[in-house]
C-alpha cells in the first residue's frame, strides 16, 4: 500500500498565503502524476492542480495565477504554494499520487486524509 500524509492547512485572512505539503510513502516503484483536489460543502471534489513525473503541470483555471505546484521526485513529495487566498477557497484540500508498487508493479491511485483550508476574516 502507499499512504499520503498532508499537513500545513489552517485558517488564514483573504489575500494571505498557505503551503500545503503532502508526502508519499510504501512499496513505491514510481510515481506518474501527484496532485491536489479540494472539497467545499456541498459541491464535487474537483482538481486544483497536477503535476507529472517531467514536471507538466495542470491548473483549474480559478487559481491559475495564484497557485504553484511542484514536487521532489527523489522525496516522494508534492508542495501547494496558494497565494492571493480567496474566500472561495475554502474546501478540504486532498493529495493524489497515481503511479506503480514495487510488488509485481501494481497500479496504485492513492489518496490522503484531507487537510483544511479555511479562508475568512
Known amino acids: 500500500q502507499v499512504q499520503l500524509v498532508e499537513s500545513g492547512g489552517g485558517l488564514v485572512q483573504p489575500g494571505g498565503s498557505l503551503r500545503l505539503s503532502c508526502a508519499a510513502s510504501g512499496r513505491i516503484f514510481s510515481i506518474n502524476s501527484m496532485g491536489w483536489y479540494r472539497q467545499a460543502p456541498g459541491k464535487q471534489r474537483e482538481l486544483v492542480a497536477a503535476i507529472s513525473s517531467g514536471d507538466s503541470t495542470n491548473y483549474a483555471d480559478s487559481v491559475k495565477g495564484r497557485f504553484t505546484i511542484s514536487r521532489d521526485n527523489g522525496r516522494n513529495t508534492v508542495a501547494l504554494q496558494m497565494n492571493s487566498l480567496k474566500p472561495e477557497d475554502t474546501a478540504v484540500y486532498y493529495c493524489?499520487?497515481?503511479?506503480?508498487?514495487?510488488?509485481?508493479?501494481?497500479?496504485?491511485?492513492?489518496w490522503g486524509q484531507g487537510t483544511q483550508v479555511t479562508v475568512s476574516s
Open positions: 493524489n499520487a497515481v503511479g506503480l508498487e514495487l510488488t509485481k508493479f501494481k497500479p496504485f491511485d492513492s
